[in-house]
């Protein structure tokens, strides 16, 4: 049983953390939400009124934030950052979704302290975060790969090594990438069938058991009615919000421009969820993308 420290208790972040008490470990928890932390509190967690609080006794910090300013500004702040709190031999997990760039110098200040980390961003969404099945992609050397392994696997299902740190964040953002294609491809696909005259349910039967098959047709059909218990057919609520895949998008073309990588498809999924969002769908689940495709 670990003494874990557990900052940023969002969507992702708060039943993660409960997966982690499930599990028996002590946790203690901040956030800016006062109702997030009693959600947690009402789990058995320990409240903290700052990070710094919640990190003091901690043996693993884990962070789970919406952006690369706010993991720098919570390790590295000239004031409040944990970089100067926290004891020597700590491992420092970081879940967020962020540039490589920001996690490598984040990275590089923590390991200079004598303090473990490893990037680890998520794949699976709320309900993997709910169930305890997340992906994890992780990077950060060998031996930190090994101490943050246990308490990955108390929640999620696949714990991937991706390489040095940095490296967690690239893997993620790639697959997210081919993510937003995919689930623009499979809606102008369906669409087409549809404007044709074919039902959509056959028409995904048919691409499933063909070379058209894809993660999007066998888990999250994008079209409403095909698939139960998706976003979908509950009017795209819950899932996967089309802001949060536009940010990812941001942070591949940011990569792909700094490594002069082709990314034609990429860029083109980057404004199509950019123009899904600026029409006021920002907050619905990514998969409603198949309204652009969709006669109304």
Known sequence: ???????????????????????????????????????????????????????????????????????ESLYLDDKTGLVDHLPKGTLV???????????????????????????????????????????????????????????????????FHAGDVGAGQVAKICNNMLLAVLMAGTSEALQ????????????????????????TLELYNPCPGVMPNVPSSNQYQGGFMVDLMRKDLGLAMDTALKSQSATPMGALSQSLFAMHSKSGNGNRDFSSIFEMFSKH
């Open 1 to 71: 049983m670990a003494n874990i420290a557990f900052i940023g208790l969002g969507n992702m972040g708060g039943p993660m953390a409960s997966n982690l008490l499930t599990a028996q470990h002590q946790v203690t928890v901040f956030d800016l939400s006062a109702a997030a932390v009693n959600t947690l509190v009402e789990r058995g967690a320990t409240a903290a009124n700052s990070a710094a609080e919640a990190a003091q006794s901690a043996e693993i910090v884990i962070s789970m934030l919406p952006a690369g300013k706010h993991v």
């Open 93 to 159: 997990i970081d879940s967020s979704t962020i540039d490589a760039a920001t996690a490598q110098r984040v990275g590089k200040a923590l390991e200079s302290k004598g303090i473990y980390f490893a990037d680890a961003p998520v794949s699976g969404g709320v309900g993997g975060a709910t169930a305890g099945t997340l992906t994890f992609i992780v990077g950060g050397e060998q031996a930190v790969f090994e101490k943050a392994k246990p308490i990955l696997e108390c929640m999620g299902k696949n714990i």
């Open 192 to 215: 087409l069938a549809i404007d044709n005259g074919l039902d959509p349910k056959v028409m995904s039967d048919i691409m499933l058991q063909s070379s058209g098959r894809n993660w």
